[in-house]
């Protein structure tokens, strides 16, 4: 029995080829299974307002975004006020708020204190008073301004405090006696009514002065029925100039009817 031989060398190759394919493929297979093809997936870090935000690339699904973000579809939407799915290469969609934005203050110049200063304390006004003391002549214990003052009347006026003590005494005429530049307060004034005369209103008087008053207080008296009539009796005729000047007419008629009548008689004879 005889042996066939190959002597072409491209027909012995294609023999061969699909051995060395398969032997190939065998010893290069623990190869790609130790390096899997690796996918890169695109996570979005917090905006410095804290935003997350994802940018869309090419060929992206709002479905997509969801299954890598683990974000509902419905809440991508509602995130960004969208109705539809339809979105674009370079859109920016709001994924969620990372919490509360850090704000780092930078701290300012420090305030200068205020020195204090005591407030001054504020000094008390002054005020003045008129006390005069008159002659009731009607009784009817207001003064009525022909009424002049009744001399040698005494004044006191102190305050409540004790501070001030003053005294004075009334004269003749018409003008009231004054205090003046007195420290506003509480104040008693009284009067000591001179011999002779009886009060007709009250001797004393409680008011309080306020800085800038200018106050007039007015005390009444009569003089007594032993004075009037113990008063020296007034000088002179007594005569009204009137009734004389009355009585001098009637003397002149008088006298011109005593000389018609005479003529008269003496022209019947």
């Known amino acids: 029995m005889s042996k066939k031989s190959y002597s072409n060398p491209i027909l ?3 023999l061969f080829l699909p051995g060395l394919i398969g032997l190939a493929s065998a010893a290069l297979a623990p190869a790609l299974a130790a ?20 940018v869309v690339k090419a060929n992206e699904t709002l479905l997509s975004i969801s299954l890598i973000s683990g974000i509902p579809v419905d809440k991508l939407r509602g995130l960004n006020n969208m109705t539809g799915d339809t979105i674009y290469e ?8 990372a919490g509360p934005v850090e704000v780092t203050f930078t701290p300012g110049p420090s305030p200068t204190p205020t020195p204090f200063v005591p407030t001054p304390t504020p000094k008390p006004g002054t005020a003045n008073l008129c006390v005069l003391l008159f002659e009731d002549r009607n009784g009817d214990s207001i003064r009525q301004q022909e009424e ?40 008693t004034i009284s009067v000591a009514i001179p011999v002779g005369y009886n009060p007709t209103t009250t001797t004393s008087y409680s008011l ?40 001098g007419v009637f ?7 005593a000389i018609f009548a005479g003529r008269l008689l003496k022209g019947q004879k």
């Not at 690796?38 to 804290?50: E, H, L, W």
């Not at 370079?90 to 708020?97: A, E, H, N, S, V």
């Open 12 to 14: 012995v190759a294609l």
């Open 35 to 54: 390096h899997p093809a690796q996918v890169p997936i695109y996570t979005p870090t917090a905006q410095p307002d804290g935003r997350i935000i994802w």
């Open 90 to 97: 370079g859109q920016k969609l709001l994924l969620g708020l």
């Open 148 to 187: 002049p003052s009744i001399p040698e009347g005494a004044i006191s006026l102190s305050n409540r405090s004790g501070s001030v003590s003053l005294t004075a005494t009334t004269g003749g005429g018409l003008d009231p006696t004054c205090f003046e530049k007195i420290p506003e307060g509480d104040f």
């Open 208 to 247: 309080h002065l306020k800085a800038g008053d200018e106050t007039y207080l007015d005390f009444g008296a009569q003089p007594s029925s032993k004075t009037l009539a113990e008063a020296p009796a007034p000088t002179g005729s007594g005569r009204s100039p009137l009734l004389g000047i009355i009585g």
């Open 251 to 257: 003397l002149v008629l008088g006298l011109g009817l």
